[in-house]
């Protein structure tokens, strides 16, 4: 388990893709810089979009959580 | 004891369910058991797919409005006004003005999406669009007269209402321009906000190649964060800046207010069970087309199934019966791919798009369905 406070989440769990990207990019359009958003999401292909386009936007995807039915992604905003 | 079915929206879920209900439920509205108020803030129905042919010259705002009272059955109460508070708790809406309030023993949520341009900086002022009636006249009072430069397509966020509508509009540009011989004078780029063309990867593998064959440059991972009307320039949170002496942006989309005011969701749209559509957050509370967050297409076929499995279900709850109708994530759109083809997909939650080869007798299948559908919002088709 990470230690990491996340200062906003998004719990996108349940939704089809590209539902939980669009979900983490709408929250962290609103975010400051350097803000943490906590993405939930039980879709396998958040697995391959979220880092993909973290690495896009120039932000930083600190780590991904394995939980029981679902991953939770840490996402920096640069 | 009489129920009492409020339905809130007049859009194609709305009607379509609406008369769905007086056929449905005649015995019992003719004796009086059950009354079915049909609430919208607009007199006139609108058929939103019309707006695509606006810009192109093609239709008119006119051909996309009927009055709602010529289109719902009369064993239905109209009722025009705007709500302004939904109470789940004591089953009861409020309206502005001096409009009495309203007591249901259900009620359905089917007030579709709102348009939000002003979440991007400069949008409002620069950017046009087709998903609102002043938007289509201006884009084609634009467009109309645009020979040359660079057209962009952006599409900002989703889901908006009818996800293959960006890609219709370009390849409809893309054929428009060509038959008026100006398309060597006009890039048109196309952007969306994911890795591919569209939400759907079935249909952003289609649709992929056409937009390389037809020159439609392509800017995916493509999330507007600003426009800027001075300099003509649109950027991306990504870091990517395009030049436009043409924008046409999907402007993000939301539901209403009241929905999350209530408690019964986020954004506007309606948290339900994706196959009962009733609302996770209340009893007796149901929601479709944009209003339900089930993550199948904004789109007015996903609303017309989705009335047919709502009226069934409270057909038996009136009755006393278990409600066993389900909606299967059904959808059906028709594909603008030119001026005189189109393509068509069905799919459902479980079984993937598979778009149909383009054509003519497709394209006007879909003119055809356009013009017929004032069927499908009395109830008939």
Known sequence: MTDIEPDGTVDARGATCPGPLMDLIGKIRGAESGDVIRLLSDNEQSLTDVPEWAEEAGNELLTVEERDDYNAFYVEKA | ?????????????????ANDLADRLEPELDAGDVRVTLV????DHVYKPVWLY???????????????????DDAIDLRIGRVSDIDTESQRLQFHGSAPSV???????ATGSTLEPDQIPGLTEDGHNYYSESGATELRDELL???EGDLVLSVIGTPHMCPAAPLEFVFMADDWLRERGLREDVDITYTYPIQRVHGNPHIAEWARPIMEERDIQVETFFNAESVDPETETITSMEGTELDYDLLVAIPPHRGIDLIEEAGLGDDGWVDVDKHTLEAEAAENVYALGDTADTGVPNAGSVAHYQAGVVGQRLASEIRGRPATATYDGKTLCFIETGMDAASFVEFDYENPPSPAPPSEKLHWSKLAYNESYWLTARGLL
């Open chain 2, 1 to 17: 004891m009489t129920e009492h079915v409020v339905i809130v929206g007049g859009g194609t879920g709305g009607t379509v369910l």
């Open chain 2, 103 to 109: 007591g249901y023993d259900y009620l359905v949520l």
């Open chain 2, 40 to 43: 919208n803030d607009d007199p």
């Open chain 2, 54 to 72: 606006v810009p192109f010259g093609q239709r008119e705002l006119d051909d996309g409005r009927r009055r709602l009272a010529d289109l719902v």
């Open chain 2, 145 to 147: 007269s645009f020979t």
